[in-house]
């Protein structure tokens, strides 16, 4: 059943099947994720209509219940697309025509689908962003506790992969913390994007009915309307593309963290281990202990990161106005945003039990992570800063570098003092941004 269909017979309906096939593909699995908004659309949708004449304070409240119904059906899992409906838009109006007749047929007035899809995929993705959001909350505090917790324990830092300078758990910890919060500030952007009204623009170019969108705006929670009707059919897609750059960058952290995770519970590192059931065997050697979860976050988070151009490549060529192009960015970024979202998940679950190694900078092989200690040390003496690094660099050649093998310094951000209510204040600065 479509809205749009005309009576058909014999050869067309067989064509039509073939068609409906290819078009429709898995769509409608991806449109019960929506149900929930459609029907807060529609209900937002039909108040309007009769506030402004178009539907009887009767019609208005048999519509209410029964979409009302639906509703709780939905939250309970009832709630199907029925073999033959093309699309849930068309499941919900086809309900509603079943149960109350001829007022159900009426729901659709002064809107297109191109519009109703529009508001279903911006509430869907709006409380989807605000999941994430709070997701990332609980990793940021999570790190920040473990940051405290370890701040004075010593870690090796690296450049090229070389060993470089002292750092220290708490600054390995709290730098992965401040970085969610640059990622936040993208999702809260993304959500504002989101938080625009385009009910009402119908089909791209705005209704002959007179219709209400401030009402409609401030009745689904939205922010402001897209004003511009042309404009707001031009959102789709463009909508999409923003959540998704949001996503990868917030999984570019993820996925960078899960990488020095696998590097340090490395028998060659040991900087940090985690129980033998949060870990993974082998099949035929028996010692190993594999860091499976933290893998496949890495690989997740990156292809999360390549979601945004699939996005461009996929909507980049085409002129305004609506095309199905659109419909495959459903499948496109749904099934990575709960991708993401189990991601953020299973790092808070394991970093609740991730050991932390001390005393790892005993090892002689790190002394010269104090090399440039040394170099300060000369250069608070009064000799000049290349001198010293020479002076320094000829000890290191000839063997007979010797240090204290102590961290000497500290300033903000660094060991010793590492800015964590700074940083914390920061985070809920931009958090608390999203409605």
């Given at each position: 059943?479509?809205?749009?269909?005309?009576?058909?017979?014999?050869?067309?309906?067989?064509?039509?099947?073939?068609?409906?096939?290819?078009?429709?593909?898995?769509?409608?699995?991806?449109?019960?994720?929506?149900?929930?908004?459609?029907?807060?659309?529609?209900?937002?949708?039909?108040?309007?209509?009769?506030?402004?004449?178009?539907?009887?304070?009767?019609?208005w409240k048999l519509l209410e219940k029964e979409l009302l119904l639906?509703?709780?059906?939905?939250?309970?899992?009832?709630?199907?697309?029925?073999?033959?409906?093309?699309?849930?838009?068309?499941?919900?109006?086809?309900?509603?025509?079943q149960k109350i007749g001829e007022v159900g047929k009426k729901i659709h007035s002064a809107r297109s689908r191109n519009d109703q899809v529009l508001v279903d995929l911006k509430l869907f993705l709006k409380e989807e962003v605000k999941q994430i959001a709070q997701l990332t909350e609980k990793l940021f505090n999570r790190l920040q506790s473990l940051s405290e917790e370890h701040k004075d324990k010593l870690l090796p830092g690296y450049t090229h992969l070389q060993i470089a300078m002292p750092s220290s758990f708490g600054l390995w910890f709290g730098a992965y913390a401040e970085a969610l919060t640059d990622d936040?500030?993208?999702?809260?952007?993304?959500?504002?994007?989101?938080?625009?009204?385009?009910?009402?623009?119908?089909?791209?170019?705005g209704s002959s009915f007179p219709i209400d969108r401030e009402f409609t705006t401030k009745k689904?929670?939205?922010d402001t309307p897209n004003y511009n009707v042309v404009y707001a059919q031009m959102t789709r897609g463009?909508?999409?593309?923003?959540?998704?750059?949001?996503?990868?960058?917030?999984?570019?952290?993820?996925?960078?963290?899960?990488?020095?995770v696998c590097l340090y519970i490395n028998q060659n590192f040991g900087f940090v281990k985690f129980p033998d059931a949060l870990t993974t065997g082998s099949s035929i050697m028996p010692?190993?202990?594999?860091?499976?979860?933290?893998?496949?976050v890495r690989a997740k988070s990156n292809r999360i990161q390549s979601l945004p151009n699939e996005l461009i490549l996929m909507t980049n060529n085409l002129p305004s106005g609506y095309h199905r192009d659109w419909q495959l960015t459903k499948e496109i970024l749904f099934p990575g945003i709960e991708s993401l979202k189990d991601c953020l998940s299973i790092l808070d679950y394991m970093l609740q039990y991730i050991e932390v190694k001390d005393g790892i900078l005993e090892d002689p092989k790190y002394k010269f992570l104090f090399s440039v200690e040394e170099v300060n040390k000369e250069v608070l003496q009064g000799l000049p800063f290349r001198e010293a690094y020479k002076k320094v660099g000829q000890a290191i050649e000839a063997g007979s570098f010797e240090t204290?093998?102590?961290?000497?310094?500290?300033h903000l951000g660094s060991i010793g003092n590492l800015a964590t209510e700074q940083i914390k204040t920061a985070f809920y600065k931009v958090f608390e941004k999203m409605k």
């Amino acid at each position: 059943m479509k809205l749009w269909d005309k009576n058909k017979s014999g050869e067309e309906v067989e064509q039509a099947k073939i068609i409906e096939k290819f078009t429709v593909g898995n769509d409608r699995d991806f449109d019960l994720l929506l149900a929930e908004y459609d029907i807060k659309g529609n209900l937002a949708h039909a108040e309007m209509l009769s506030k402004v004449g178009l539907l009887s304070e009767e019609e208005w409240k048999l519509l209410e219940k029964e979409l009302l119904l639906m509703l709780e059906e939905v939250k309970q899992g009832k709630f199907i697309i029925e073999e033959g409906v093309e699309d849930v838009h068309s499941q919900v109006e086809f309900n509603l025509t079943q149960k109350i007749g001829e007022v159900g047929k009426k729901i659709h007035s002064a809107r297109s689908r191109n519009d109703q899809v529009l508001v279903d995929l911006k509430l869907f993705l709006k409380e989807e962003v605000k999941q994430i959001a709070q997701l990332t909350e609980k990793l940021f505090n999570r790190l920040q506790s473990l940051s405290e917790e370890h701040k004075d324990k010593l870690l090796p830092g690296y450049t090229h992969l070389q060993i470089a300078m002292p750092s220290s758990f708490g600054l390995w910890f709290g730098a992965y913390a401040e970085a969610l919060t640059d990622d936040m500030e993208l999702l809260v952007s993304a959500y504002n994007v989101t938080n625009k009204n385009p009910l009402g623009s119908a089909a791209g170019y705005g209704s002959s009915f007179p219709i209400d969108r401030e009402f409609t705006t401030k009745k689904l929670g939205f922010d402001t309307p897209n004003y511009n009707v042309v404009y707001a059919q031009m959102t789709r897609g463009k909508v999409e593309k923003i959540v998704a750059m949001a996503m990868a960058n917030l999984a570019g952290t993820l996925s960078k963290f899960s990488y020095d995770v696998c590097l340090y519970i490395n028998q060659n590192f040991g900087f940090v281990k985690f129980p033998d059931a949060l870990t993974t065997g082998s099949s035929i050697m028996p010692h190993k202990k594999n860091p499976d979860v933290f893998e496949l976050v890495r690989a997740k988070s990156n292809r999360i990161q390549s979601l945004p151009n699939e996005l461009i490549l996929m909507t980049n060529n085409l002129p305004s106005g609506y095309h199905r192009d659109w419909q495959l960015t459903k499948e496109i970024l749904f099934p990575g945003i709960e991708s993401l979202k189990d991601c953020l998940s299973i790092l808070d679950y394991m970093l609740q039990y991730i050991e932390v190694k001390d005393g790892i900078l005993e090892d002689p092989k790190y002394k010269f992570l104090f090399s440039v200690e040394e170099v300060n040390k000369e250069v608070l003496q009064g000799l000049p800063f290349r001198e010293a690094y020479k002076k320094v660099g000829q000890a290191i050649e000839a063997g007979s570098f010797e240090t204290d093998a102590k961290v000497n310094h500290t300033h903000l951000g660094s060991i010793g003092n590492l800015a964590t209510e700074q940083i914390k204040t920061a985070f809920y600065k931009v958090f608390e941004k999203m409605k």
